[in-house]
């Protein structure tokens, strides 16, 4: 008798950040979920709270931002270091820098504060929207990847966790985001390697007080003769204090050390000095014992995957642990996408853990080095001014270096792929010369940077880089430089994608004879999106005339480099001059469905740009495009 289970394309166990990230794309791009939490409500109150510059930048290209921002959160551009006093008279302010330092290109340089129950109903309401939900108080109870069903080759058991009901289900993938402690990491032996053998025990308080500090609207790192402090602003005049109540540094560390709620308010009154403190309300407290780890590996067999905490933990001080987990969830959903949508080979899911865990050994790296700058040394007040100061200014101070390359890192646009099939370098399979021209300045693996230009159908200014939905295509940015001059081989490079065996052609809407007129992503292919960029005013393109009908399809996403940028002032065409590409040639940017840059090409007359872009892709699809195609046909 065959099994009649009910099955999915992918369960999911946690609905923290990254567990609901994960069901919110999947369940957009129509994939069936179930998504369990053993909790009986979404979180109330306390957790991670800080969403950094690029986790914005993403949740705008989900269309949830406005919605975060419907929260009215604190926003903190600044950050203000205070030190002690000589001769035990309080503390004094000794500097103040840019959260998000002006040398990185953001969208939004501001860290986003907000409690992660708000964040977590933001993604609950969209699940709804899609025809999801969160199952609970419902937990895991065991899984195998027996193959018993060679499309869902996953068991899965699941109880409610007061009544015991059980379930038995099938599905495709099993993704734990459980969070620190996993049912799923354990039972698959994963190891937590601990990296830093430094263990702290933070106290965090989240409340409304009343105080003379100047700088409680802001985020501060407070260092005293009685303990440091941290304080984060938040929504509703909420301010949220971490206060470090022993290191493992201490001579008589004790990790089970605790303090009640007087202590640690007692201990801030003292650190505040010669500034008083009190509280209105004090709406959650908790001590938060925190080591470094990292799970040794994010997958076995590549169907049972985990991500968020559960991979990887350290200190909650550069509001890292939500960031993280959103891009966990985030490079795992297109890539499931990719494979089960038949697009791509199944190795692909391997990039899955070599991406995400560098950036948590990054991540941890970090933590490391941000603990010893920050609680073991304090910094005279000329380092803390000199971080202030722009690149040009002569780099040659340690504390300045280390703040600045973590600025960048923890802003989110610091992550850097490495290179692998989607991430172009000279040791890709794709070999033709056109990858990588002369005098571009995009990074393969590192996000595409921002730049406003005017479409050309309504003459608005947007952001280029927002105007693909992340919907699990890949971005394919034809800069088609001044129209006169490259008007052969914008017109060459369309004829070669109608090849029958491009990679584009390959990959046809099965349903193409039904999409909407209305259409304007995704009328092709589910997998690309063309966007076409001229050098020249807006007033003088004519798209009907300057595109061929391929790409004219797309009108929504023709646009003019006319947009003045302060960061190229004197660039006629900023966007071009922004990634780098002359404006007589242009060249082709392919960006991955998650922002990052995948590899650039020239655009050039022939058929050389698309053979190159077959090569790229035909390194991972799951069809044979390109020439060999051809061949086998002949
Ligand atoms: C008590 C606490 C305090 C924290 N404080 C801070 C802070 O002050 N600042 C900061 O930056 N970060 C803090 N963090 C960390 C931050 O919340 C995480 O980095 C972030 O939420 C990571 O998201 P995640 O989805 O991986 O895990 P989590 O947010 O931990 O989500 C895991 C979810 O899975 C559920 N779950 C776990 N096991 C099972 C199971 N077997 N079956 C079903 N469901 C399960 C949990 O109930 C939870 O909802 C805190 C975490 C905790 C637990
Ligand atoms: C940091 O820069 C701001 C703005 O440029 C300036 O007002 C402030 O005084 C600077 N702080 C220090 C410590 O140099
Ligand atoms: C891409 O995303 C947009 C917006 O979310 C949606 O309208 C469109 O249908 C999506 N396309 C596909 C093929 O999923
Ligand atoms: C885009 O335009 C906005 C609004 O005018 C401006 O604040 C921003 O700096 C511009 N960004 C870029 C990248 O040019």
């Known amino acids: 008798m065959p099994e009649s289970k009910e099955t999915y394309d992918a369960v999911i166990i946690g609905a923290g950040p990254v567990g609901l990230l994960l069901a919110v794309c999947l369940a957009r791009w129509g994939y069936k979920i179930k998504n369990v939490d053993n909790r009986e409500i979404p979180t109330l109150t306390g957790r991670a709270d800080g969403i950094q510059p690029r986790s914005l930048h993403l949740l705008r290209n989900m269309g949830l931002k406005r919605q975060i921002m419907a929260h009215e959160p604190a926003k903190v551009y600044e950050v203000a270091f205070w030190d002690p006093l000589p001769g035990g008279k309080g503390i004094h302010r000794t500097g103040n820098w840019a959260s998000c330092p002006k040398f990185i290109d953001a969208r939004y340089p501001f860290t986003t504060l907000l409690h992660q129950g708000l964040i977590e109903r933001v993604f609950i309401n969209d ?40 379930e038995t289900v099938r599905t495709k993938y099993l993704f ?21 053998p430094i263990s702290h025990v933070w106290g965090v308080m989240d409340g409304i007080v009343r105080t003379d500090f100047p700088d409680v609207k802001t985020k501060c790192t407070i260092h005293s003769d009685h303990g440091s402090i941290m304080i984060i602003p938040r929504e509703n005049d909420m301010v949220r204090l971490y206060i470090q109540i022993a290191s493992s540094t201490d001579k008589d560390f004790n990790p089970r050390k605790r303090a009640t709620l007087e202590e640690v308010q007692a201990s801030a009154k003292m650190i505040l000095q010669p500034y008083y403190i009190d509280w209105d309300r004090v709406e ?11 799970a040794e590996k994010y997958t076995i067999d590549h169907r049972v995957f985990l ?20 891009h966990d969830a985030l490079n795992l959903a297109w890539k499931i996408h990719l494979v089960e949508g038949g697009f791509a080979k199944r190795s692909i899911l391997h990039t899955y853990e070599t991406e995400r865990k560098s950036i948590a050994e990054d991540l941890l790296n970090f933590d490391a080095k941000y603990a010893a700058l920050f609680s073991r040394r304090k910094p005279s007040a000329g380092e803390v001014g000199a971080a202030n100061e722009s690149k040009e200014a002569g780099e040659v101070n340690e504390f300045v270096e280390v703040f600045k390359s973590s600025a960048e890192f923890t802003s989110g646009y610091g992550i ?16 033709s010369h056109l990858f990588n021209p002369k005098g571009n300045a995009l990074r393969t693996g590192r996000i595409m940077p921002p730049a406003n230009v005017t479409r050309v159908v309504d003459a608005n200014k947007v952001q280029l880089e927002q105007e693909i939905p992340l919907n699990g295509s890949f971005r394919i940015f034809l800069f088609a430089g001044v129209p006169s001059t ?4 914008v017109a060459d490079f369309a004829a070669n994608l109608e090849k029958q065996s491009s990679f584009y052609s390959s990959f046809q809407r099965k349903d193409i004879a039904a999409v909407s007129y209305h259409e ?22 004519e798209i009907a005339k300057l595109l061929p009908p391929i790409l004219a399809r797309y009108s929504d996403h023709v646009y003019a480099d006319d947009v003045w940028d302060p960061r190229f002032p004197d660039a006629k065409a900023a966007a071009h001059a922004k990634m780098g590409l002359d404006v007589g040639m242009g060249g082709v940017v392919v960006v991955r469905p998650d922002g990052h840059v995948a590899c650039v090409i020239s655009l050039v007359e022939g058929g050389g740009t698309v053979d190159a872009l077959n090569e790229y892709f035909g390194a991972f699809v799951a069809k044979k495009i390109g020439k060999s195609k051809m061949q086998a046909h002949l």
Request: hydrophobic share 30%; with cysteine; charged share 20%.
């Open 127 to 166: 699940l709804h929207k899609n025809g999801a939900d969160v199952q609970r108080p419902w937990t895991i109870t065991g899984f195998n990847n027996d193959g018993h069903d060679e499309h869902y080759p996953v068991e899965v058991t699941l109880k409610h966790v007061q009544t015991n009901e059980r």
């Open 284 to 294: 959650w407290y908790s001590v938060y014992p925190i080591g470094q780890g990292i």
């Open 416 to 431: 850097a792929y490495g290179p692998n099939q989607f991430n172009w370098s000279p040791d890709h399979s794709a070999q």
């Open 520 to 541: 304007r992503h995704n009328p092709h292919s589910r997998f690309f999106t063309i966007c076409t960029t001229f050098a020249a005013p807006r007033a003088q393109l």
């Open 176 to 196: 734990s985001g459980e969070g620190a402690r996993s049912f799923i990491r354990d039972q698959l032996g994963v190891k937590i390697r601990h990296k830093d």
């Open 307 to 326: 991500g968020g905490d559960c991979c990887h933990t350290h200190s909650p001080k550069a509001g890292q642990g939500m960031n993280t987990a959103f």
């Open 486 to 489: 490259t008007q052969r081989a």
